[in-house]
């Protein structure tokens, strides 16, 4: 996965991984109290993905990727 490839206005694949990433595994471990107790399927993980991603609401593939491969699902 190339992390430098540019996605919109300056942000990255890496920048959104980072900025999710923080997120991602409070949810993952059940360390904040939240509807999502960790992903049951691969369609609400990428949901989540596209409406946490900031400014760009659109499905990034290679982020969406990342965050799959770092599930059991």
Do not use: A, C
């Not at 939240?34 to 989540?48: D, R």
Request: net charge positive; no cysteine.
């Amino acid at each position: 996965m190339n992390r430098d490839k540019h996605i919109w206005e300056g942000w990255t694949v890496g920048d959104f991984i980072d900025e999710l990433n923080p997120s991602f595994r409070m949810i993952q471990n059940n360390h904040i109290p939240t509807i999502i107790k960790g992903f049951k399927s691969k369609e609400e993980l990428k949901q989540w993905v596209k409406d946490n991603q900031p400014y760009y609401k659109k499905h990034i593939p290679e982020v969406y990727k990342y965050f799959l491969s770092k599930t059991n699902l």
